[in-house]
């Protein structure tokens, strides 16, 4: 099972509201990924936690906040939002090792438009 | 730095045909994966195969193969009897190190497939 859920589907918000994004997998992955897709554009990584702790920040905006409460969950929070950021964003989970287990797995995406 | 080049911003191919999409890619790390990608417009990204660096065969995986040629930093995705439901961006990635979490992605190409 190579399963990746996020929610929700779609979101739209406006400037000043506080939303989460959520993302689960249940594959015993140990690495979690988040990824903002503008429209036409290749994946752009954001965030990066291996063993529940972040360890790659791509120098993302402080108005995205995220959390791993365990290996299995990530959350990506959104506060004060910019039209800009409008995108798909995508979550993924890999395993660690060698070759294909490096393999990073991902969800169907949230599609978030800010108002 | 590393770096994923796809040239082909759009390429058409008559069903049941074979289709090959262009990679390269540039690194100065000797231990990296290369992986393909398949977009549809739901926007989910669905993993298609693996190639390691140090793997000395070809990846494949039922209709796709990976033309993987090191000497001239070239990982092309060949698409065998193409089928309609192949219409998709199709995105070429590297990561690069053998612990490493950040995987850079290619413009995409555009495939369409012809009935």
């Known amino acids: 099972d190579t399963e990746v859920t996020q929610t929700p589907k779609h979101l739209v918000m406006g400037m000043t509201n506080k939303k989460s994004l959520k993302c689960e997998q249940h594959?015993?992955?140990?690495?979690m990924y988040w990824y903002k897709q503008k429209a036409k554009k290749p994946p752009e990584l954001m965030f990066v936690y291996s063993y529940e702790k972040l360890s790659i920040n791509e120098s993302v905006p402080s108005r995205f906040s995220p959390e791993c409460p365990n290996s299995s969950l990530l959350n990506l929070h959104l506060h004060a939002l910019q039209p800009e950021d409008s995108a798909l964003y995508l979550c993924?989970?890999?395993?660690?090792?060698?070759?294909?287990?490096?393999?990073?797995?991902f969800g169907p995406g949230t599609r978030l438009l800010v108002l | 730095a590393q770096k994923i080049t796809q040239t082909q911003p759009g390429m058409f191919v008559q069903e049941k045909e074979a289709v090959t999409l262009d990679c390269t890619y540039d690194t100065s790390d000797p231990s990296y994966g290369l992986f393909w990608y398949k977009q549809p417009s739901s926007g989910e990204m669905i993993f298609l195969i693996y190639?390691?660096?140090?793997?000395?065969q070809n990846a494949t995986e039922g209709r796709y193969s990976l033309n993987f040629q090191k000497a001239r930093k070239s990982a092309n995705l060949v698409i065998s009897a193409s089928q309609l439901g192949d219409s998709a961006m199709y995105f070429c990635a590297m990561r690069e190190g053998p612990d490493g979490f950040k995987t850079i992605f290619g413009a995409g190409t555009r495939l369409f497939v012809k009935a």
């Open positions: 993924a989970s890999s395993q660690f090792g060698q070759a294909k287990q490096e393999t990073q797995y």
């Open positions: 594959m015993g992955h140990r690495a």
């Open positions: 190639q390691g660096s140090y793997d000395q």
